[in-house]
T-cell receptor
Framework: GENVEQHPSTLSVQEGDSAVIKCTYSDSASNYFPWYKQELGKRPQLIID?????GEKKDQRIAVTLNKTAKHFSLHITETQPEDSAVYFC?????????????FGKGTHLIIQP | DVKVTQSSRYLVKRTGEKVFLECVQDMDHENMFWYRQDPGLGLRLIYFSYDVKMKEKGDIPEGYSVSREKKERFSLILESASTNQTSMYLC???????????FGPGTRLTVL
């Protein structure tokens, strides 16, 4: 089955700086890679996703890059703000119409220092 | 807006009790999922269902069962709760033709 590794487990950055979280996956059949943000006591919320036919996707201050050859993908957050503090999860899926569960990384606790 | 709800936010049960966790979605999604979330382990898939009365084992199905009698409702059952099942349980759903999963608020289960 799929295995997703996520690093680092904790990331502390100064407000205004950039943050990068990296994930690797093992199953070359995986073709859908979402990122979820989970604030304390709340449900995970999808913030951005990418499919394997695309190398990069951007949405305002967040971007995701995918390297299929190396089987890794990364989340980039620029100009970090206090509200970016949360736990971020990457995930991978070998898409067959959504009828499979996601395999998640173990999460990164992002701390934005004022 | 997709709405996924779970029957309880917090639940305390005793070892050996039978526990039911309920999840309901109101967007006519075909696929539903149960995950458990533990610190340092991320979210792990317990069971999922792609249609009424259909179920598939995920990565950690031992000690759990599920029921999907209606399209909008997916139940997770702990036949005989044990302390190692103390965890946060998250339900999710998605349409058959998409991959985006929408999560419920979670049920924090404590087994004493």
């Amino acid at each position: 089955g799929e295995n997703v590794e996520q690093h680092p487990s904790t990331l502390s950055v100064q407000e205004g700086d950039s943050a990068v979280i990296k994930c690797t996956y093992s199953d070359s059949a995986s073709n859908y890679f979402p990122w979820y943000k989970q604030e304390l006591g709340k449900r995970p919320q999808l913030i951005i996703d990418i499919r394997s036919n695309v190398g990069e996707k951007k949405d305002q201050r967040i971007a995701v890059t995918l390297n299929k050859t190396a089987k890794h993908f990364s989340l980039h957050i620029t100009e970090t703000q206090p509200e970016d503090s949360a736990v971020y999860f990457c995930a991978a899926l070998a898409s067959g119409g959504g009828a499979d569960g996601l395999t998640f990384g173990k999460g990164t606790h992002l701390i934005i220092q004022p | 807006d997709v709405k996924v709800t779970q029957s309880s936010r917090y639940l305390v049960k005793r070892t050996g009790e039978k526990v039911f966790l309920e999840c309901v979605q109101d967007m006519d999604h075909e696929n539903m999922f149960w995950y458990r979330q533990d610190p340092g382990l991320g979210l792990r898939l317990i069971y999922f269902s792609y249609d009424v009365k259909m179920k598939e084992k995920g990565d950690i199905p031992e000690g759990y069962s599920v029921s999907r009698e209606k399209k909008e409702r997916f139940s997770l059952i702990l036949e005989s709760a044990s302390t190692n099942q103390t965890s946060m349980y998250l339900c999710a759903s998605t349409r058959r033709d998409t991959d985006t999963q929408y999560f419920g608020p979670g049920t924090r289960l404590t087994v004493l």
